[in-house]
């Protein structure tokens, strides 16, 4: 069965610094993966995704993830963090059984000043 | 430029009371969804729908009914509440299935507690 976790509940970072929230996947066939991001009292919002191509994908708001198949990974990072990154960060897969996304329990990214 | 609305924002139930949330979308989607959000345990599919008249059990179902008459709108029931329903519900829709790849647009929630 196809699986996602996300290893770290929270993530704390400087603003300015680098920052890396990580994810792995377990699929069987190729790995369409995505990541999501949820601010307080929202829904989810579509951040970036990989289906094919370049191991680096870029998305929305500066960030971007680096998919590396042989470790299983798709870690989302931006290059200099805000204050306003600050959010859940979901990462899913597409499940190639039921044609649905399996999402991962989120980590909670806190940007500190 | 609305795209996916949910009401209520909030909502407390009495144990065996009956709602039903409703959940509408303004971008012509063919798909829509329910889901259920806990602490810590990420997201949970409940129904979904390719399309008016279609719907179908995600994996979370059990206590849960949907219709779908519309393209516009696809509203939860639940019949008989428990509180292993307080939760978060999220709607969100798509322009063709997850499997498609394509991203699905969420609506900001409810917020249930059943006491």
């Known amino acids: 069965a196809q699986s996602v976790a996300q290893p770290e509940d929270q993530v704390n970072v400087a603003e300015g610094n680098p920052l890396t929230v990580k994810c792995t996947y377990s699929v069987s066939g190729n790995p369409y993966l995505f990541w999501y991001v949820q601010y307080p009292n929202r829904g989810l919002q579509f951040l970036l995704k990989y289906i094919t191509g370049d191991n680096l994908v870029k ?24 204050v306003s990154d600050s959010a859940l960060y979901f990462c899913a897969v597409r499940d190639w059984g039921t044609d649905k996304l399996i999402f991962g329990t989120g980590t909670r990214l806190q940007v500190f000043p | 430029n609305a795209g996916v609305t949910q009401t209520p924002k909030f909502r407390i139930l009495k144990i065996g009371q009956s709602m039903t949330l409703q959940c ?7 798909y829509m969804y329910w889901y259920r959000q806990d602490p810590g345990m990420g997201l949970k599919l409940i129904y979904y729908s390719v399309g008016a008249g279609i719907t179908d059990k995600g ?19 639940l019949e008989l509440a428990a509180p292993s329903q307080t939760s978060v519900y999220f709607c969100a829709s798509s322009q063709t299935g997850q499997g498609n790849n394509q991203p699905q647009h969420f609506g900001d929630g409810t917020r249930l507690s059943i006491l």
């Open chain 2, 24 to 30: 509408t979308q303004d971008m012509n989607h063919n």
């Open chain 1, 59 to 82: 998305g929305s708001y500066g960030f971007e993830a680096e998919f590396n198949k042989s470790q299983t990974s798709f870690h989302l990072k931006k290059p200099s963090a805000l």
């Open chain 2, 59 to 77: 994996e979370v179902p059990n206590g849960y009914n949907v219709s779908r008459s519309t393209t516009e709108d696809f509203p939860l029931r």
